[in-house]
């Protein structure tokens, strides 16, 4: 694979919506590595397709958690003008969730006996969607009934076939394909790059994109109901996964609906120090959290996976699938 060298640079300073974390929102430690983006403590790198246009970012924290301010250099093949910057800037703005306010949930749970030493490490802390939401739906569908070694294998397959990859600031990423790309492919096509009965649902969900029959931008405008009854027209996409979408891709924070078995576990252990318990329980816990029932999960399952990447943990090691 040909590697595309973006030896311009355009340099902006943009201001998040206080508080504002940039370590803990560029990198979640739960979410399975990809190549199409790199993460140091206070800068992010992430290549991005944009009006055709492969694009190179690269993400500098300049600020705090309370009067953050971050400087984005994005890196193209050639010169962007005035205009296509104005116009990328409120995507950048979206995809890295500057201008949500979650001020109330930090003050309000501040001093809860589970949560307030969390909120304190992890002021700021919120869902961002890095990736378009066609590219996230790809992580979805390879992330299903599989370990997170052979997401990864089936994800650089697809990089490999129908990606590119791209150098800029001395790293090279790989770039998400356009999905009219995939579009050309057939179903058999994709079985032979060994993702198996994932491959009807990569080809389904191209052509509900490439038809305009999902529309990013028009959902980002829709209610809370209406874009979950879209999102449940997606092939192969389930409840649980449309929860994520809406907290993660959406930033609804309100509810916690549906517990995953494997979640069901972790967060057993994690909150009553028991093997088991029924998800009811769980949902009883979160629903004090009230307006904020997601983002106070997001808060206790980050915080285990951070602590993961400095330390050991026996119970967790044992339900995590490598």
Not at 44 to 67: D, F, H, P, Q, V
Not at 243 to 264: A, G, H, M, N, S
């Amino acid at each position: 694979m040909r590697i595309i060298e973006l030896k311009h640079k355009t340099t902006i300073e943009l201001k998040p919506n206080p508080p504002y974390n940039f370590n803990a929102n560029f990198h979640k430690p739960s979410h399975f590595p990809s190549s199409d983006n790199i993460w140091e403590k206070d800068n992010y790198w992430l290549s991005m397709r944009w009006k055709r246009e492969r694009l190179g970012l690269k993400c500098e924290n300049l600020g705090t958690i309370n009067n953050p301010k971050i400087k984005v250099n994005i890196y193209s093949q050639k010169e962007l003008s005035a205009q296509f910057v104005e116009l990328l800037i409120p995507e950048i703005r979206w995809r890295f969730n500057f201008d949500s306010d979650i001020s109330d949930f930090c003050g309000k749970y501040k001093a809860d006996k589970i949560l307030g030493s969390i909120i304190k490490k992890w002021k700021g802390m919120k869902p961002i969607a890095a990736n378009s939401l066609y590219e996230t739906l790809v992580i979805y569908v390879v992330l299903q009934n599989a370990t997170v070694r052979r997401s990864v294998q089936m994800l650089e397959k697809l990089f490999d076939k129908f990606g590119e990859k791209i150098k800029y600031d001395d790293k090279v990423l790989a770039v998400f394909w356009d999905s009219s790309e995939m579009a050309k492919s057939s179903e058999l096509e994709l079985r032979e790059l060994k993702v198996g009965y994932r491959a009807r649902f990569l080809i389904k969900i191209t052509e509900q994109f490439v038809s305009k029959e999902i529309d990013e931008f028009g959902l980002r405008k829709k209610s809370k109901a209406e874009i979950k009854k879209e999102m449940l027209r997606l092939y192969g996409i389930g409840p649980a996964s449309v929860e994520y979408l809406l907290f993660e891709d959406f930033y609804f924070c309100d509810k916690v609906e549906t517990i995953p078995p494997w979640e069901q576990k972790i967060l057993s252990k994690l909150i009553f120090n028991k093997e088991l318990v029924p998800t009811e329980k769980i949902l009883k816990f979160f629903r004090k959290f009230k307006g904020w029932e997601k983002l106070a999960f997001h808060y206790l399952w980050e915080d285990l996976f951070w602590k993961r990447k400095h330390q050991h943990i026996e119970w967790l090691e044992k339900e995590i699938r490598l």
